[in-house]
Nanobody, 122 residues
């Protein structure tokens, strides 16, 4: 299984970005997917997750109402639409695959993408 994240970049505060993560290998539609982010020197933190059906989503409180996770099982792709970006959203964003249930926990994920850098300027 390989996960390829893209879509990061530099944006001003208040702007928007959409991250994409394409999966190859495995059966994408059978797995839950999540996004995490990490700032150098800090723990990788949960951002958002979506169940394999696409019918249930979960968000960190810090991004609720601003970020939206979605998936297209026909394209083996999960998205993270980020609106109202803030400087504190600056991080490397990682997508990951989970067969588990506690989707806010890193330990529930077995495959990770390489990360895409999001930088929000003030």
């Amino acid at each position: 299984v390989q996960l390829q994240a893209s879509g990061g970049g530099l944006v001003h505060a208040g702007g928007s970005l959409r991250l994409s993560c394409v999966a190859s290998g495995g059966t994408f539609s059978s797995y839950n997917m999540g996004w995490f982010r990490q700032v150098p020197g800090k723990e990788r933190e949960f951002v958002a997750a979506i169940r394999w059906t696409g019918g249930s989503t979960l968000y960190a409180n810090s991004v609720k109402g601003r970020f939206t996770i979605s998936r297209d099982n026909a394209k083996n792709t999960v998205y993270l639409q980020m609106n109202g970006l803030k400087p504190e959203d600056t991080a490397v964003y990682y997508c990951a695959r989970s067969g588990g249930n506690l989707l806010h926990l890193k330990s529930e994920y077995d495959y990770w993408g390489q990360g895409t850098l999001v930088t929000v300027s003030s």
